[in-house]
């Protein structure tokens, strides 16, 4: 959430001053050159930008976050025209009295104070410079608001995830102890072997995962071996081949995201079935995707439910969150197959 603190909606001092700065000097060499007259040039903008300054910032920061935000937009334009009113006076009065007594020599004739033409002029030309400011302002402020919402929405995904991998995780072990703990009243020989197994898969999780939530595809395999010499210990009779027909060495998959499906197949292919047959298939379509397969043996109940299950959910929505639409997972059973196929992105 480092990030997130970085990224504040105020612009530096030194920016302001620069901004100014160099509007002051664009517009002093303008009307400098327009009358070649730099001397008057130089005092009436520094009598200009003494005004337009207080009243661009009075605009941003009090104006608009008090009235135009709340809806209140016959109070803005009130304020605003008594704003330009005043302004109107105060760069009148030092005009005639600091400058000259022509108080608008761009015209093509002298005009006295508080003329309609004038008065318009003046105030024009305030507004061109509020909008001008304001707008590179508000500008920059919704450049720093979209990025804040970036991360935000970058570490609201994390959060999430994590929350979701971190669910995934107590569920699998939690049905790995019940097994331990059915082993364990039938006092078997075996209870060693499976505490061995399940300190490895938990050291794994603990300290085998990448810190960019990606994790090799060759330690998944190997976590997932060690998960189904675990599941041997319960099922007697079962078999399962792994299959890998292509080149693994440097693909990553998002970790503990495979388990679940074999974990299902455990789950629905061991129900009322004494001789378990599971089929992995890991292989690389066209160097872009990566895609898995299991196979078990299904004996169909109603009693099962195996599109269910907290642990599928689950992967589902980690895939949602991960690869968008961009990924296919399906389910099917054909004659006494239950069939998962997940289809993801390769990473590397």
Not at 18 to 47: Q, V
Not at 295 to 313: V, Y
Request: charged residues 20%.
């Amino acid at each position: 959430m480092s990030k997130i603190k970085d990224i504040k909606f105020d612009i530096k001092f030194k920016y302001h001053f620069w901004f100014w700065t160099i509007y002051f000097i664009l517009n002093f060499l303008r009307w400098g050159a327009y009358f070649n007259d730099y001397t008057y040039s130089f005092n009436s903008n520094l009598i200009e930008f003494s005004i337009h300054i207080p009243l661009v910032y009075l605009n941003l920061f009090y104006l608009v976050p008090r009235y135009v935000l709340k809806e209140k937009y016959v109070s803005y334009v009130t304020l605003l025209l008594l704003s330009l009113f005043f302004v109107y006076l105060l760069k009148t009065g030092l005009t005639y009295y600091l400058i000259s007594n022509n108080i608008w020599p761009e015209a093509n004739r002298e005009y006295k104070p508080f003329e309609i033409n004038h008065i318009i002029a003046v105030c024009i030309g305030e507004l061109y410079v509020l909008a001008m400011a304001s707008s590179i302002y508000l500008t920059l402020i919704w450049l720093k608001e979209r990025e804040r919402n970036r991360i935000l929405r970058e570490e609201q995904f994390k959060i999430k995830l994590k929350y979701l991998k971190n669910q995934i995780q107590p569920h699998f072990f939690f049905n790995t102890l019940n097994n331990l703990y059915a082993l364990s009243l039938e006092k078997s020989d075996k209870v060693p072997n499976v505490i061995l197994k399940l300190s490895k898969l938990m050291e794994y999780v603990l300290y085998g995962i990448e810190k960019d939530n990606y994790a090799s595809l060759i330690n998944e395999i190997n976590y997932i071996q060690n998960y189904i010499e675990i599941e041997k210990l319960r099922f007697e009779n079962t078999e399962v081949s792994v299959n890998i027909n292509s080149n693994i060495d440097d693909i990553k998959v998002p970790p503990l995201l495979l388990i679940t499906l074999l974990e299902n197949a455990f789950k629905h292919g061991g129900y009322n079935n004494k001789n378990l047959n599971i089929r992995i298939n890991f292989q690389i379509i066209n160097d872009k995707i990566l895609d898995f397969v299991i196979i078990n043996n299904f004996t169909n109940s109603p009693k099962l439910t195996p599109n269910k299950g907290i642990g599928l959910i689950n992967t589902r929505k980690r895939l949602k969150l991960i690869f968008k639409d961009n990924y296919k997972l399906e389910h099917k059973i054909k004659f006494n197959y239950y069939v998962v196929n997940l289809q993801i992105p390769l990473q590397k």
